[in-house]
């Protein structure tokens, strides 16, 4: 199954494209699952519902799944570098040890949320009346965390050994397994809010088991002849750990701007809900363009290609303000109907509808941040844009809540925070990004493996 990887003489823009299409596929059946379960949740579950999922209690999973997605991406790339320089048995080593590793992060965090669960959130200002079902989400959600990441990374691994077709297919299997699930639990059986975490285990469970089959029998990944190596795993860390440092620090910063939000009441997260149901896709796709741009950017960088990185950050931006572009037209004129279709309640319409019409302005912002801090992670030289962002982000975020929180009367205030962010960061990380390319022969050096 181990392929050759090799550079092609298509445009810079094409190759961004091939890459892409089968992350914006499985990325588009993410955004329909999500839209679904929204729906089945906004008039299944209701109101408290809808206020438990967008509490803190969400934010805290969120919180463990960028943990778990910035070792997956650490994982991919040492994955991505064996596999180039057709070390087949290094790649299929990485792989194995990349799945003790973040065994023993999912043990860890699934011990901190179920022993601890009650005091974070508690601490976190979750409103009182939604507290012990924001406890009940967390502790069944952090049950399902080892099947969770194992999935995410088997998926990874697939791509990082020159698979793109079958890690989306996966993931669209998962989200039809998981849209399923709700169908049975919440619509057929009446099971209520307690079937979320029943559901979310059961689906990641079979998703991780169908990988794993498929795994062994195409790369004999679980022979024993692949051992255990701490220096594997600290060769996965290094390049994983600024990773994760870069998405704990949007999820730490949005926690703190989710305390603040607490204090509006459930109508406000309920509204907070709904409109991230809906510019869900925006992330989606900004997500998917990411993985493309770091998976080119390493290839271009251990070619030492540096004038197609440079045409690749003009293609990013082109493609990334284009969909936000056609996204703002799309949701601006489907508000309605969208709003709609995830609430029933006219008091969370009415508010959810002038903050999507606050929101998508601000979105304009976003592609600048996404194109360079995905080319700079390309390069392997994270260690000064993870500085940048954990300040910018994390700064300016606790700021808002810690300083000038007792000025911030409503959510459309709160919301500022964002688009102050995106500039500042993008701003910093186009400077770190003209030093690198001033001399990209010095400077720009392909990770060891």
């Known amino acids: 199954m181990f392929r050759g990887k090799t550079e092609n003489s298509d445009s810079v823009m094409m190759q ?45 999973v969120n919180i463990f799944n960028n943990l778990s997605a910035g070792m997956c991406v650490g994982a991919l790339v040492r994955i991505s570098q064996a596999y180039g320089g057709g070390n087949d048995r290094k790649a299929r080593e990485y792989v194995k040890n990349a799945l003790v590793l973040i065994a023993l992060i999912d043990l860890f965090c699934a011990f901190v949320y179920c022993l601890f669960g009650r005091e974070i959130l508690l601490f976190l200002n979750t409103p009182r009346e939604l507290q012990e079902a924001s406890y009940s989400y967390l502790r069944g959600y952090a049950i399902g965390f080892i099947p969770y990441s194992f999935f995410m990374l088997l998926n990874s691994a697939m791509r990082g050994l020159g698979e793109s077709k079958r890690p989306s297919f996966m993931l669209v299997l998962n989200y039809g397994i998981n849209i399923g699930l709700d ?54 860390i290094s390049v994983g750990i600024p990773s994760t440092l870069i998405s704990l620090s949007y999820a730490l910063s949005t926690t703190v701007l989710q ?118 992670k390309g390069t392997g030289h994270t260690i000064i844009p993870t500085c940048i962002t954990l300040i910018c982000v994390c700064g300016i975020r606790f700021i808002a809540v810690f300083v000038f929180g007792d000025y911030i009367q409503s959510v459309f205030q709160l919301n500022y925070a964002y688009p102050a962010v995106w500039g500042v960061t993008s701003l910093a990380l186009i400077v770190r990004y003209c030093l690198l390319m001033r001399h990209p022969e010095k400077s720009l050096r392909p990770l060891e493996v």
């Open 259 to 376: 305390m603040k939000m607490n204090t509006f009441g459930a109508v406000v997260l309920a509204a907070n809900n709904v409109t991230g149901r809906i510019d869900g896709l925006m992330w989606i796709v900004m997500s998917a363009l990411s993985t493309s741009l770091v998976t080119l950017t390493s290839r271009y960088c251990g070619a030492m290609r540096y004038d197609k990185v440079r045409e690749l950050v003009r293609s990013g931006l082109l493609f990334a303000f284009a969909f936000t572009s056609v996204f703002y037209l799309a949701v601006t004129a489907l508000k309605p109907l969208l709003l709609s279709m995830f609430t029933a309640d006219m008091e969370v319409r009415a508010l959810a509808e002038r903050i999507l019409s606050q929101m998508m302005l601000f979105l304009f912002f976003y592609p600048f941040l996404e194109v360079y801090s995905s080319v700079l």
């Open 183 to 236: 169908v049975l639990f919440i619509i057929a059986l009446r099971r209520g809010m307690d079937s979320l975490a029943l559901i979310y285990l059961c689906t990641y469970f079979c998703s991780c088991v169908l990988s794993a089959r498929l795994m062994q029998a195409d790369y004999r990944l679980f022979d024993r002849d692949y051992r255990i190596s701490f220096r594997n795993m600290a060769s996965i």
């Open 16 to 60: 961004m494209l091939s890459v892409l299409a089968p992350l914006l596929l499985s990325g588009l059946f993410q955004q329909l699952y999500n839209m679904l379960d929204g729906m089945i949740i906004g008039h299944y579950l209701g109101l408290r519902a809808q206020a438990v999922i967008s509490s803190s209690a969400s934010n805290l």
